[in-house]
């Protein structure tokens, strides 16, 4: 047996402690052995998502990764909005939640993209829609806000604007005084 117990950190720390510290441990392995479920990250409120309709290889995706790196926030891609592809976007929107949905016509054709965003509102009317595209034409955004987007970005645009545009989007990403 120990005689000076003074050196030792465990017998000062109360059972409650330990049980509590022991969780944590387990907590952390299980999270560094296995992936953690997009619900299980939501619920601990450390993550938020984006469906992305582009290339995952193209640098549209490249800089919409840099505008949102480090920032808690996971951007999924779907290469195209067509229903006989069976990795779509109405089967990633069922698959998980979204916090975020950015059509562009980087990847699609600019008429796809009211046809989607009111498809989107009917089923996720929750779903934030932010349109990035080089089409902008008036009657082409007003089409789009009567139909229920959140914010259209016309392109070429600045990073720092499409930064500002997306993270004031994401939810608890802005305080009540507007600063992210």
């Given at each position: 047996m120990i005689?000076?117990?003074g050196g030792n950190a465990l017998l000062q720390v109360s059972a409650v402690e330990l049980v509590r510290h022991a969780c944590s441990l387990v907590r952390k392995a299980a999270e560094q052995l296995e992936p953690v479920s997009p619900d299980l990250v939501?619920?601990?409120?450390r993550t938020s998502r984006?469906?992305?309709?582009a290339d995952p290889r193209g640098a549209p995706a490249s800089l919409i990764c840099q505008l949102v790196d480090g920032r808690g926030i996971c951007v999924d891609f779907v290469t195209r909005y067509n229903q006989c592809d069976p990795d779509n976007v109405f089967e990633r929107l069922a698959a998980f939640k979204y916090d975020l949905l950015i059509p562009s016509n980087i990847e699609l054709s600019?008429?796809?993209i009211p046809a989607l965003v009111s498809s989107v509102r009917q089923r996720h009317p929750a779903l934030k829609i932010l349109v990035i595209s080089g089409w902008?034409?008036?009657?082409f955004v007003h089409d789009l806000t009567t139909r229920g987007i959140d914010d259209f970005v016309r392109l070429p645009g600045q990073a720092e604007?499409?930064?500002?545009?997306i993270l004031r989007l994401m939810p608890g990403y802005y305080d009540q005084g507007g600063n992210c």
């Amino acid at each position: 047996m120990i005689e000076n117990p003074g050196g030792n950190a465990l017998l000062q720390v109360s059972a409650v402690e330990l049980v509590r510290h022991a969780c944590s441990l387990v907590r952390k392995a299980a999270e560094q052995l296995e992936p953690v479920s997009p619900d299980l990250v939501r619920w601990r409120g450390r993550t938020s998502r984006i469906l992305f309709v582009a290339d995952p290889r193209g640098a549209p995706a490249s800089l919409i990764c840099q505008l949102v790196d480090g920032r808690g926030i996971c951007v999924d891609f779907v290469t195209r909005y067509n229903q006989c592809d069976p990795d779509n976007v109405f089967e990633r929107l069922a698959a998980f939640k979204y916090d975020l949905l950015i059509p562009s016509n980087i990847e699609l054709s600019p008429w796809y993209i009211p046809a989607l965003v009111s498809s989107v509102r009917q089923r996720h009317p929750a779903l934030k829609i932010l349109v990035i595209s080089g089409w902008s034409s008036p009657e082409f955004v007003h089409d789009l806000t009567t139909r229920g987007i959140d914010d259209f970005v016309r392109l070429p645009g600045q990073a720092e604007e499409i930064q500002e545009r997306i993270l004031r989007l994401m939810p608890g990403y802005y305080d009540q005084g507007g600063n992210c």
